[in-house]
C-alpha cells in the first residue's frame, strides 16, 4: 500500500520492459541532427508599437488555446491524479523497483548456479595421400554454489563424443564417447573468510530497506507539497477575487466623483486621481491573473498533466484542530519516527561492516583446495555414465599467498575508517538539523495561531472604517477613500495567507 493506488489506465508505471525498446534508424547516429536557425529565420512577426491604451487587456487571455479537456479537482482528486500521472512520484516508484532488481540479482548470485556449455569441432591433418578427420562433440554441464563464510563449491559433468572419420590407415570412421565427474571446492582460511563475503548480500537487503524508507517519505513530503501548492493557488485566487472587488468599487466611487466634477461640486484632479488608482489596479489584477495562470500550469506538469488540458480548483476545506505542542515531546517524536535519520544511523552500520571488510583485505591468502575426479572406464568405446571409481583422482591442498604488497588494501582501510567518521557526523547534525526544524514548525503553528485572530479583527476594523468613509464620502477628500480601500484589501490578503499558513 505504500506504493500508492496504479492508475490502471497508465501503463507505464513500473513497466516489466520499455514501451518502445526498438532501435531505429538513427539510434546509433555518431552525429545526431542538431536544428538552431539564424534568429532571422525564426517565425517572428513584429509587433505594432503604441503608446496607447489596449481596448481589450483581457485580449492575451482570451486568445489562449481552449483546454481539449476541463478537469475539476478538488485536494482528493487532486492528489490522486498526482499520484497515478507525477513523473517525480513515477521516478521515485521506478528508484524503488531498480533496488528490488539489485537484491533479485545479488540473491540470484548466492544461489545455485547452471552453466551448460556445448561445443561442436571438426579436426583434420591433412599430409600427402593419408590425412585425419575427426568430428568431436562435447557437452560441459555446471553448477555453482556460494558458500555463507567464503568460497565455493561446484560439480560439473563433461560427456565427450568423437568421431574418427578417417585416419591415417584409411579405416572406416570409429566413434567414441566418455564422460567425467568433477567436484570441486575453494575454502579461504584468512582473507576473505567469514561474514566479510556477505557484504555486497547485506548491503542488497539494507538498500532496498532504505529504498522503501526513502520513498515513503518523498510520498510524503510529495502529498503534502501538492497539497501545498493546492491552497497557495486558492489564496491567489482569493487574493484575485478580492482585488476585483476593489476595483469594482473604485469604478463606482470614479463614476460618482465625474458626475460630481461634472456639476462643478468637486475639483477634477480628484477624478484623476481616482481613475490613477483604478488603472493602477487593473495592471495589479493583471499581473496577479498571470502569475496565478503561470502557477497553475507549473502545477499541471507537476502532477503530470498534459498542457492542453483545463484545470479548475474547486475549493475545499480541511477541518484540523490545532495541535498543543511541546517542544521536548515533539523533538524527541521527530527523532524516533523520521525515516530519513533511521537511515542515516543504519549508514553508520554499514560503515562499520566496511571498516571489517578493509581490515580482511589485509589479511594473508590461505586457501584449502578440494577436486575429486571420477571418469568412465576408459577401456570401453562408449562408458556412457558408468563411472569408474577405481580411475579417479583427487587433489587436496593449500594456497599461501604472503601479505608483501598491502598498500592499496591500508589505504583502503584508512578510507573506511574515514568514512565512518563522516558518517557519524552526519547523523550527529542530521539530528540537530531535525531539532531546529522542529522548533521552528512549533514556532510557526503558534505564530500563525496568533496573527490569524489578529488578521480577522484587522479585517471587521477595516470594513468599519471603509464603510465609515463612504458614509461621508461627500466631505472627505478621495484620498481618504484609496487609504480606506487599500487598507481592506491588504487585510483580506493578509487573513487568507494567515489562514493557508
Known amino acids: 500500500r505504500s506504493l500508492g493506488e496504479t492508475d490502471s489506465r497508465d501503463r507505464r508505471i513500473l513497466p516489466a520492459r520499455p514501451a518502445d525498446a526498438r532501435i531505429r534508424g538513427d539510434d546509433y547516429s555518431k552525429e545526431p541532427a542538431t536544428y538552431n536557425p539564424d534568429v532571422n529565420a525564426l517565425p517572428a512577426e513584429a509587433g505594432q508599437q503604441t503608446s496607447k491604451l489596449p481596448t481589450d487587456p483581457d485580449a492575451t487571455l482570451k486568445s489562449q488555446p481552449k483546454p481539449k479537456v476541463t478537469h475539476e479537482f478538488g ?14 512520484y513515477r521516478d521515485e516508484k521506478e528508484e524503488l523497483f531498480l533496488a528490488a532488481i539489485d537484491l533479485l540479482i545479488e540473491e540470484h548470485l548466492w544461489g545455485p548456479r547452471f552453466f551448460n556449455t556445448m561445443t561442436a569441432s571438426f579436426d583434420g591433418t591433412p599430409e600427402g595421400g593419408d590425412s585425419e578427420h575427426a568430428f568431436s562433440l562435447i557437452n560441459d554441464l555446471s553448477v ?23 585416419n591415417e590407415a584409411g579405416s572406416t570412421a570409429v566413434s567414441t564417447q566418455d564422460a567425467t565427474l568433477e567436484l570441486a571446492a575453494t575454502i579461504p582460511l584468512l582473507r576473505g573468510a567469514g561474514k566479510v563475503v556477505t557484504e555486497s548480500r547485506v548491503q542488497a537487503h539494507r538498500d532496498l530497506v532504505y529504498a522503501v524508507r526513502q520513498f515513503e517519505r518523498f510520498r510524503r513530503e510529495f502529498l503534502v507539497s501538492v497539497a501545498t501548492d493546492y491552497f497557495e493557488l486558492l489564496q491567489e485566487l482569493q487574493q484575485i477575487k478580492n482585488l476585483e472587488g476593489r476595483l469594482d468599487s473604485l469604478k463606482r466611487v470614479e463614476t460618482l466623483n465625474k458626475a460630481l466634477a461634472d456639476a462643478g461640486r468637486t475639483p477634477y484632479f480628484e477624478v484623476q486621481e481616482i481613475q490613477l488608482q483604478v488603472l493602477f489596479n487593473y495592471d495589479n ?23 492542453s488540458d483545463g484545470l479548475v480548483l474547486v475549493p475545499e476545506t480541511i477541518d484540523t484542530a490545532i495541535p498543543k505542542l511541546d517542544f521536548t515531546k515533539s523533538v524527541n517524536t521527530a527523532y ?38 571420477l571418469p568412465t572406464d576408459s577401456d570401453k568405446d562408449r562408458g556412457g555414465i558408468d563411472l569408474d571409481a577405481g580411475s579417479g583422482t583427487y587433489r587436496l591442498g593449500v594456497t599461501y599467498g604472503a601479505p608483501l604488497d598491502r598498500r592499496i588494501e591500508k589505504l583502503e582501510h584508512r578510507r573506511a575508517l574515514v568514512n565512518l567518521e563522516r558518517a557519524e557526523r552526519r547523523y550527529a547534525l542530521e539530528r540537530d538539523t531535525i531539532t531546529l526544524r522542529v522548533r521552528q514548525t512549533i514556532r510557526q503553528l503558534e505564530r500563525a495561531r496568533t496573527s490569524l485572530a489578529i488578521q480577522l479583527k484587522n479585517v471587521e476594523l477595516a470594513s468599519k472604517r471603509r464603510e465609515g ?4 464620502i461627500r466631505s472627505l477628500p478621495i484620498r481618504r477613500l484609496i487609504e480606506a480601500e487599500d ?11 494567515a489562514a493557508t499558513a
Open 487 to 497: 487598507d481592506l484589501y491588504n487585510a483580506k490578503d493578509d487573513a487568507d495567507a
Open 336 to 373: 524516533k519516527h523520521r525515516l530519513d535519520l533511521q537511515t542515516t544511523y543504519d549508514v553508520i552500520a554499514d560503515n562499520r561492516r566496511r571498516v571489517a571488510v578493509a581490515r580482511n583485505e589485509l589479511k594473508p591468502d590461505l586457501d584449502l583446495d578440494a577436486r575429486i575426479t
Open 285 to 307: 489584477l493583471q499581473s496577479r491573473q498571470e502569475r496565478y495562470d503561470n502557477q497553475l500550469d507549473s502545477l499541471k506538469i507537476r502532477i503530470g498533466m498534459p498542457m
Open 75 to 88: 485536494i482528493e482528486k487532486l492528489l490522486a491524479y498526482a499520484i497515478a500521472h507525477s513523473p517525480d
Open 469 to 472: 468613509v463612504l458614509l461621508r
Open 144 to 166: 555453482t554454489k556460494r558458500l555463507p563464510y567464503g568460497g565455493e563449491v561446484s560439480a560439473s559433468a563433461l560427456v565427450s563424443f568423437v568421431e574418427q572419420l578417417r
